[in-house]
C-alpha cells in the first residue's frame, strides 16, 4: 500500500500518479490517499486519474505530519503486507517498488527501506553523523533493520 498525503499540489499530480501507478509489483497494488483540505485541482486530479487502485480519504486540514498519521492510522486497521510513503511532489522511477518489496521479502520481521538513503545522508553531513551514531540505538528501540539501497 503507497500512502500519500496531498494538499495543493495539482501542478505535481499528474505525472506522479502515473510515476505510482505504473509501478511493478508482485501483488495487489494500492493507493492510499489523503487529501488534506486542496483549494486548486488537486481533487479533480486525483478523481480522473485513477484507475481503482487508488482511494481517497478527504479531511480537513491537518499538516502533513497529521495527515500522514492519519494515513498510518488507517493502513494500520487494514494491514497491508507493505508502506510505501510518497510526498506529493515525488516521482517513481520504474521498478522501485518491486526493488523495494525485494530487498524487504528478504529480512526477517520488520524491516525499513531507505532508497538512496546513504547519498542523502552523507550530503546532509551533521545529520548523517548523528544518523550513525544512533543508529545502535534506533535499532533496538524501533527493531526495524535498515536495509539500504541505492538506484
Avoid: H
Wanted: with cysteine.
Amino acid at each position: 500500500m503507497i500512502l500519500l498525503s496531498t494538499w495543493n499540489g495539482a501542478r505535481y499530480l499528474p505525472e506522479q500518479l502515473t510515476s505510482l501507478l505504473s509501478q511493478e509489483y508482485n501483488g495487489q497494488l494500492s493507493v492510499l490517499i489523503r487529501d488534506d483540505g486542496s483549494q486548486d485541482d488537486t481533487g479533480q486530479i486525483i478523481e480522473q486519474m485513477n484507475d481503482g487502485r487508488g482511494e481517497v480519504l478527504w479531511g480537513k486540514n491537518l499538516g502533513a505530519k497529521g495527515s500522514y498519521l492519519a494515513l498510518l492510522a488507517e493502513a494500520y486497521r487494514r494491514k497491508p503486507d507493505f508502506i510505501a510513503f510518497a510526498d506529493q511532489d515525488d516521482l517513481w522511477l520504474p521498478g522501485k517498488l518491486l526493488r523495494a518489496a525485494d530487498a524487504l521479502s528478504r529480512v526477517n520481521g520488520p524491516a525499513l527501506f531507505i532508497p538512496l538513503a546513504p547519498v542523502l545522508f552523507y550530503m546532509c553531513g551533521l545529520f548523517y553523523r548523528k544518523f550513525i551514531e544512533n543508529f545502535n540505538l534506533l535499532n533496538k528501540v524501533c527493531r526495524n533493520i535498515m536495509v539500504n539501497y541505492v538506484i
